[in-house]
């Protein structure tokens, strides 16, 4: 089961890298999970493992060469939250007699032992080099693992109300250290990013900014159940990711003889293994939205962030997917700055964004008078490359885009843009189509995107019964460039020979030199297609999500279901076509679906009474260049041959 496992933890250190796993299912990851190393046939042990831990070798740095400090001082030890939980930190102190402003990283991969004998060996969550930059700025840099992760003491329970409340406690207790000017801040991405939502939700008084990336708000529609269809893949692999976070820890501890962490990080470990808190089988146990799902929506809870925010999304995030629960939208618009890029989990890297980054931390957490204020606070990335590496640090960080668009607010004005679906595979401009309804099989996955490890990313292969299993519809020659940004509906009427179907929406782009470019894709059970209509709008279909809001389909009536196709934004130039597929889920990047198995017929239809339409928003005075990038340039936008060209 475990063959796939052939990448290094360069490739998966990060929260999206755990594609590992991909193929497999949680309840085999849970079975495995649940018996003792020696009862894993087939899976051979990491050498040097400590008793009751089970990984594969793939997680195995002890090979990686070690760097040279770049601190003048090291502190670790435990603070106690609110609550009497002892949380373990580890802060690094820049050259200079201090006070230093402190900027923290706060989840429950590894950062209580930043500095440590892991870390040191690059064997970290987050980025090393970015800690670098910080201490090179003036910054303390202050690590802290949430409760019941690393060396920290309390249970596990992943972004549960204490994961903001002991965040303030460790923005606060950071402030009254000698070695502190009382002002903090907090950077980085993935769960470093939710962590800084999270906290600042709580409103420590001393914390000044927040610069969040790549984040969760409302787990369930953001990653575990896209559109309503169970993504497990991705939180399958993630679970032996965030173990390998923990045997890091331990790692350091061990070679620092700190033996209270070392048995706090077995006792984690062996607690995390625990039904009650391991997060695979919890998912099952709660397979629709309930009081448990409720808990962990920080989503609820970000009115009350008050500090400025620099927040940054990658469109084709293979991790969190960019969309974030759209929290920004929640925040004082005056407060916020966006980034947004084409690209992967881990673009929070990339040199570029780093200026600003510390331009940001500068002027709120220094108080430096650099004008920041003054930027736009849109800035969106269009056609993102990088250098050739083997390295993914190095990709990430090279990363830069092919030119750029700025709007001064944070929700810029857009022109919706309708395409109708029509008979004969067309995508019109002109209003409704006609026609008899299309069919196509299900369940035929449509091809995966973005998977693997590979520096250049890729379509997978086309299902051998591809024809018969998706259906297709595509523009005529585009006469203008079309810009398009934010998320996008396709408004579809469907009906099915069974009770449900699940939908995978794919958009592309059809180039004049016959190569299809991958845009975006948006899922849907169409069981779940009820609407919010309090937070839904025309570009933005928001289901209700809820066990009584669940309505089966009568086969052969038509249905309206909304897909959400997932913020982006992209130039589609004069001459080429837009393209719409419609399939069956697939693994794309790092999520992987358990979409239903009852064969079926699945019917697309587009006449005047059932309008099947793709809506897109569209900015508006935008001088694209015409120079196209160059196929698989652009970061996370894979290239292939056009499958219907004649």
Not at 535 to 560: F, K, M
């Amino acid at each position: 089961m475990l063959n796939n496992l052939s990448r290094s933890l360069q490739s998966s250190r990060r929260l999206g890298i755990p594609l590992l796993l991909i193929g497999l299912s949680i309840s085999g990851a849970l079975a495995a999970s649940q018996v003792p190393a020696q009862a894993r046939a087939g899976v051979p042990a990491q050498p040097e493992l400590p008793a009751g831990w089970v990984l594969p070798p793939d997680f195995d740095r002890r090979n990686a060469p070690p760097m040279n400090s770049f601190w003048a001082r090291r502190l670790t030890g435990y603070f106690t939250a609110r609550d009497g939980t002892n949380l373990r930190y580890s802060v690094l102190l820049p050259k200079g007699r201090g006070p230093f402003p402190v900027i923290m990283n706060y989840s429950g991969y590894d950062p209580g032992a930043i500095g440590g004998a892991s870390y040191l060996r690059n064997d970290s969550a987050m980025s090393t080099s970015l800690d670098r930059t910080l201490l090179q700025h003036g910054y303390a840099v202050m690590g802290v693992n949430a409760r019941g992760t690393g060396c920290s003491e309390g249970e596990f329970d992943f972004l549960a109300r204490s994961y903001g409340t002991d965040g303030a406690d460790a923005v606060e207790w950071a402030a009254a250290q000698p070695w502190s000017t009382g002002a903090i801040g907090m950077a980085n991405w993935s769960w470093a990013g939710m962590s800084q939502v999270a906290t600042a939700s709580e409103r420590p008084p001393h914390l000044k900014a927040i610069a969040p990336g790549m984040v969760l708000t409302d787990p369930r529609l953001d990653s575990w159940a896209l559109g309503g269809v169970p993504s497990p893949g991705f939180i399958t692999g993630w679970w032996d990711f965030l173990h390998s976070r923990w045997l890091a820890v331990r790692k350091s501890a061990a070679a620092e003889h700190d033996d209270r962490c070392a048995a706090q990080a077995d006792l984690n470990y062996a607690h995390a293994e625990e039904p009650e808190h391991h997060l695979p089988t919890l998912l099952m146990r709660h397979p629709l939205r309930d009081e448990w799902h409720h808990q962990r929506v920080i989503l609820d809870r970000v009115r009350s962030i008050q500090v400025p925010v620099l927040s940054v999304e990658a469109f084709q995030d293979e991790a969190t997917t960019a969309r974030g629960g759209y929290y920004q939208l929640r925040l004082d618009p005056s407060r916020v700055w966006i980034l947004q890029t084409s690209g992967d989990h881990d673009l929070y890297e990339s040199l570029r964004f780093r200026g600003t980054l510390l331009a940001f931390l500068d002027h709120f957490v220094k108080g430096t008078a650099n004008g920041f204020e003054q930027r736009p606070h849109l800035e969106i990335w269009q056609e993102t490359t990088t250098t050739a590496s083997s390295d993914q640090h190095t990709r990430d960080e090279q990363a830069v885009p092919s030119w750029v668009i700025t709007r001064p607010n944070v929700s810029p004005e857009l022109q919706r843009l309708s395409f109708w679906l029509n008979q004969h595979g067309e995508l019109q401009m002109q209003g409704p189509g006609l026609g008899k309804p299309d069919e196509y099989a299900f369940p035929v996955p449509g091809p995966t995107v973005d998977t693997g490890f590979a520096a250049a990313k890729a379509w997978g292969p086309m299902s051998p019964d591809w024809r018969t299993g998706s259906v297709a519809y595509t523009s005529t020659p585009l006469t203008a460039d079309i810009v398009t940004d934010g998320p996008a509906s396709l408004d579809l009427w469907l009906s099915t020979t069974v009770s449900d179907a699940d939908v995978q929406a794919t958009l592309t782009e059809i180039r004049p030199d016959g190569q299809e470019r991958y845009v975006q894709r948006g899922w849907l059970r169409m069981s779940a297609r009820a609407l919010d209509t309090s937070q839904s709008t025309e570009l933005r279909p928001i289901l209700l999500d809820t066990p009584g809001s669940i309505r089966a389909l009568t086969p052969g009536v038509p249905v309206l279901g909304r897909v959400e196709l997932t913020k982006f934004s992209y130039a589609f130039r004069r001459g080429s076509r837009i393209r719409i597929w419609i399939d069956t889920p697939s693994a794309t990047g790092g999520n992987d679906f358990n979409h239903l198995s009852i064969r079926s017929m699945n019917s697309v239809w587009h006449d005047a009474g059932h309008p099947s339409r793709l809506v897109l928003g569209v900015l508006s005075d935008v001088k694209v260049p015409a120079q196209r990038a160059a196929c698989d340039a652009v970061v996370m936008q894979p290239c292939r041959r056009d499958p219907l060209a004649p």
